[in-house]
């Protein structure tokens, strides 16, 4: 009988137990609205954090607001030197305009004004060759197979009206890089306004983790590179060579023909940067003394691509409301359900 009230006592208080434990997930997920959550995105992802670049003041900014919220909800500091905000090493590599050039024995092409890196890896290098023009369709893989663009830097000609790079045009490039050029120049006619957007894009600085001991600098140099048909007039003016023909041959058969009898140096220069960026860290301590070591962790990069190209309304800035400023801010709800 003893043993049979004692089974009952705890059946009894069983369910006494689950609804206290009902009761505070009610509370905590009834501070979680969605007025609360739209009102903290709309905050993240607002034009004056700048579209929160890696590193930018804008991320700095969005840290010490999520830094001041996980204050006022009572969260222990978890960062440096008892802040909330933990700061981690990077490297960014940018071109270095004043340097990269493709130049010949007087005229030359700058980077940023006549040309821009399509496609390579953010390294110092050279490459070293002479000009070949590279006109017509075809199969560059069986057109090319003699070596005919072997250590040279294989310019590609395409019609007047060549705008913006288009998918059969990038696969050509890298046929042709493929095919042994010392580098690859894809020609284009876009205007002032994409150009401008675009090499601000792949010339702006990138990131690398600070921990790596050392950001390569070395590797195969082979870049693929877009080229202005104005630039290219210019650097060609004078010469024997009929460009209009050349991008007039569009439709016809995949043709090599040789540039000015001139060695042509590419060189490619890297400044490096060591820089911060911020984490932002608060700890809410549980009461089972057992266990008070072990963490579970909520995360979610509060970081986006910052600013770009405008768009056909002006707008330059990325402001990420889903990538990840939602997370983000689902990381901070948690932290006020508790």
């Given at each position: 009988m003893k043993m049979f009230r004692i089974v009952a006592l705890v059946v009894m208080l069983l369910p006494a137990s689950l609804i206290a434990q009902q009761a505070g997930l009610e509370r905590a997920v009834q501070t979680i609205t969605e007025a609360d959550y739209i009102e903290r995105v709309g905050i993240i992802a607002h034009d004056s954090m700048q579209g929160r670049d890696t590193p930018s003041e804008g991320l700095n900014k969005t840290a010490g607001w999520i830094a001041s919220e996980f204050q006022r909800l009572g969260l222990r500091s978890g960062g440096d030197d008892g802040e909330y905000i933990q700061r981690y090493p990077l490297r960014t590599l940018i071109v270095n305009r004043n340097r990269s050039t493709?130049?010949?024995?007087?005229?030359?092409?700058?980077?940023?004004?006549?040309?821009?890196?399509l496609m390579g890896p953010p390294v110092a290098g050279e490459a070293i060759g002479e000009l070949v023009l590279i006109s017509g369709s075809g199969n560059v893989t069986q057109g090319l197979?003699?070596?005919?663009?072997?250590?040279?830097?294989?310019?590609?000609?395409?019609?007047?009206?060549?705008g913006a790079l288009n998918q059969s045009m990038?696969?050509?490039?890298?046929?042709?890089?493929?095919?042994?050029?010392?580098?690859?120049?894809?020609?284009?006619?876009?205007?002032?306004?994409?150009?401008?957007?675009?090499?601000?894009?792949?010339?702006?600085?990138?990131?690398?983790?600070?921990?790596?001991?050392?950001?390569?600098?070395?590797?195969?140099?082979?870049?693929?590179?877009?080229?202005?048909?104005?630039?290219?007039?210019?650097l060609l003016r004078g010469r024997d060579i009929d460009l209009e023909a050349l991008r007039a041959r569009e439709s016809d058969g995949l043709r090599v023909d040789p540039g000015p009898e001139i060695t042509f140096t590419l060189t490619q220069a890297m400044?490096?940067?060591?820089?911060?960026?911020?984490?932002?860290?608060?700890?809410?301590?549980?009461?089972?003394?057992?266990?008070?070591?072990?963490?579970?962790v909520f995360s979610a990069h509060m970081d986006h691509v910052g600013i770009g190209s405008p768009?056909?309304?002006?707008?330059?800035?990325?402001?990420?409301?889903?990538?990840?400023?939602?997370?983000?801010?689902?990381?901070?709800?948690?932290?006020e359900a508790k």
């Open positions: 493709l130049r010949g024995s007087s005229a030359g092409l700058a980077y940023g004004r006549d040309i821009i890196p197979a003699n070596g005919a663009v072997r250590d040279k830097h294989a310019v590609v000609v395409f019609g007047e009206d060549s990038f696969q050509r490039g890298i046929a042709i890089r493929n095919a042994g050029a010392a580098s690859v120049l894809l020609t284009t006619s876009m205007n002032q306004a994409m150009w401008d957007g675009n090499a601000a894009q792949v010339l702006a600085p990138q990131v690398a983790r600070g921990w790596v001991e050392q950001v390569p600098t070395g590797g195969t140099f082979r870049p693929i590179m877009l080229l202005r048909n104005a630039s290219l007039d210019a400044d490096e940067a060591e820089v911060e960026a911020p984490n932002v860290v608060g700890i809410l301590e549980g009461s089972d003394p057992d266990l008070k070591d072990e963490y579970i768009d056909q309304n002006g707008d330059s800035i990325f402001n990420g409301a889903d990538d990840d400023a939602s997370g983000t801010v689902a990381v901070v709800e948690i932290a």
